[in-house]
């Protein structure tokens, strides 16, 4: 076989699978088409369905008609509310953020499976824990991983929303070689697309940026944004005492006052400012519904680490 040849979805998944073809998979990812010259970008805004308040500003987001891709933890008793939301908003982009974990202090949700069914994902309350390591290092059985994740599609898709694609809560279910290659398998078995995967740059800076400087950090983005597909990856919400009441228990940097930097998000991206930054660039807005309509779920590969 040639090492350098693309492989399709159906190929690089049965790989995935195999370790001991890892390492050739990732040269053959590293091969990819040559960049389009224009700039495209995919905004892609996480956790909605997490809470009421997360639910408002992703209503106030889609409003402004701007392209978005949302991803939703269906695994959080608030999906039910952003369903209906999205439900008459359907050009959407909608996307699985598939989880397993639950992070907030006070605030904690458990797997759709129901922690009886999957005992080595949870703690002793029932609750995933709080961060990827902490679930990682009790060795959890991999087909309780993968029975929680089925869980988490079948709800997704007895929802009614369209389902273009899955990401990743936290990074957890693709951070670890064999949960990556089980999500990778997922998501050929649905036919979904994978975040990430279409060889998307990154560029995410404004997540650690204050909230009163969060607009002039995305618009310093759109100027450095380079020829082919970027993303950037958000996190909105109303600042109210409902969001305001959550503390991160998960990360090294816990950002202070969430709530202010989920609003400072929000008002960055429904800035005429920032519309005006990405009219300038000429900067072409995709869904991922749209680059798996124009790419086909045949040109993802696993990114180069």
Known sequence: MDAVRPLGIAGWMLLASSP??????????SKAPAAPTAVSLIIRTDDIGMSHSVNMAMQQLVRTGIPVSVSVLFVCPW????????????????GIHLALNSEWKNYRWGPVAGSAAVPSLVDENGFFFSSSDAVHQRNPKLEEVEKELRAQIDRALRSGVKIDYVDYHMGTVTKYPEWRALTERLAQEYGFGMSEY?????DS???FAAPAVKLDTLVAMI??????LNLIVTHVGIDDAELGALLDMNTNQPL?????????????????RFSAALKARNVVLLTYRDLIAKE???SMRRPVD
């Open 296 to 298: 086909g779920l045949k």
């Open 256 to 272: 202070p006052d969430m709530s202010k930097n989920r609003q400072g998000e929000l008002t960055a991206l429904t800035s005429p």
């Open 79 to 94: 999906y039910q509310e952003a369903v209906e939301i999205l439900k008459q908003y359907p050009n959407v982009s909608v």
């Open 205 to 207: 800076p404004h997540y």
């Open 223 to 228: 100027d450095r944004l380079k020829p082919g």
């Open 198 to 202: 279409f060889g998307e740059t990154e």
């Open 20 to 29: 001991a073809v890892v390492s050739a998979q990732s040269a053959m990812s």
